[in-house]
């Protein structure tokens, strides 16, 4: 099979099957989305959604946030991993977009980095979710599926290679959606330990599943 071939299988495969794919992050706004696609790195989006409710009524605004302070803030992450550095990160990123933004959140991708908590992948989630850009988040659900797949090589060794290739092979308006078939399923099904292959479509192009058939 082609690489074509194999980018059109996967694509025809999640129309079908999973066509309204996105975020299982909880938020209103835009800069709600921000903030808990910074609370999710290396933390459970469900574990997320449990504590923003809280966290959201108290600071509703960039503005709120902004001027509140260590103290205040942290008892509502503390359950977050990684609690303390994402606080910080929470009071910069809030005082940077109501200075310098209008407490609008960009939608510039390299606008976004200058943002506390803010690196490549956060500013790919916003780009895609919120202005619908052809943007392509690579967090370890679609480096481990993209490979496992053959949508990307075994050589690649970063994100932002992985991504590069993704881009290439994916038509711009499916891009925003592969983003998201690709994270569920490697949270749903294609685990990093024990993938589920028995209940996985695309075994029948799948390099992980046929390599591991064959042992």
Same mark, same amino acid.
Not at 116 to 128: C, L, M, Y
Not at 193 to 205: S, V
């Given at each position: +099979?082609?690489?074509?071939?194999?980018?059109?299988?996967?694509?025809?495969?999640?129309?079908?099957?999973?066509?309204?794919?996105?975020?299982?992050?909880?938020?209103?706004?835009?800069?709600?989305?921000?903030?808990?696609?910074?609370?999710?790195?290396?933390?459970?989006?469900?574990?997320?959604?449990?504590?923003?409710?809280?966290?959201?009524?108290?600071?509703?605004?960039?503005?709120?946030?902004?001027?509140?302070?260590?103290?205040?803030?942290?008892?509502?992450?503390?359950?977050?991993?990684?609690?303390?550095?994402?606080?910080?990160?929470?009071?910069? +990123?809030?005082?940077?977009?109501?200075?310098?933004?209008?407490?609008?959140?960009?939608?510039?991708?390299?606008?976004?980095?200058?943002?506390?908590?803010?690196?490549?992948?956060?500013?790919?989630?916003?780009?895609?979710?919120?202005?619908?850009?052809?943007? +392509?988040?690579?967090?370890?659900?679609?480096?481990?599926?993209?490979?496992?797949?053959?949508?990307?090589?075994?050589?690649?060794?970063?994100?932002?290679?992985?991504?590069?290739?993704?881009?290439?092979?994916?038509?711009?308006?499916?891009?925003?959606?592969?983003?998201?078939?690709?994270?569920?399923?490697?949270?749903?099904?294609?685990?990093?330990?024990?993938?589920?292959?028995?209940?996985?479509?695309?075994?029948?192009?799948?390099?992980?599943?046929?390599?591991?058939?064959?042992?």
């Amino acid at each position: +099979m082609t690489k074509k071939e194999r980018f059109r299988e996967f694509i025809a495969y999640f129309t079908e099957h999973q066509p309204e794919a996105e975020t299982e992050l909880t938020y209103r706004t835009p800069y709600e989305l921000l903030v808990s696609v910074i609370l999710s790195a290396q933390c459970t989006d469900k574990r997320v959604n449990m504590v923003t409710p809280a966290l959201f009524e108290k600071f509703p605004t960039p503005e709120l946030l902004a001027v509140s302070h260590f103290d205040e803030l942290f008892p509502y992450i503390k359950s977050i991993s990684y609690p303390n550095n994402k606080t910080k990160h929470l009071l910069g +990123m809030a005082k940077i977009l109501f200075e310098d933004f209008n407490s609008e959140v960009p939608s510039d991708i390299n606008e976004l980095q200058k943002l506390p908590g803010v690196g490549r992948k956060t500013a790919n989630v916003i780009s895609s979710v919120i202005f619908n850009q052809p943007a +392509m988040a690579v967090d370890t659900h679609v480096f481990r599926v993209s490979k496992r797949l053959g949508l990307a090589t075994q050589s690649a060794k970063n994100p932002l290679e992985i991504e590069k290739q993704l881009i290439r092979h994916i038509p711009k308006e499916y891009v925003a959606k592969a983003h998201h078939w690709l994270i569920l399923h490697g949270r749903y099904v294609c685990l990093a330990r024990k993938p589920k292959c028995e209940q996985c479509g695309l075994t029948y192009f799948c390099r992980y599943f046929k390599k591991t058939e064959a042992k």
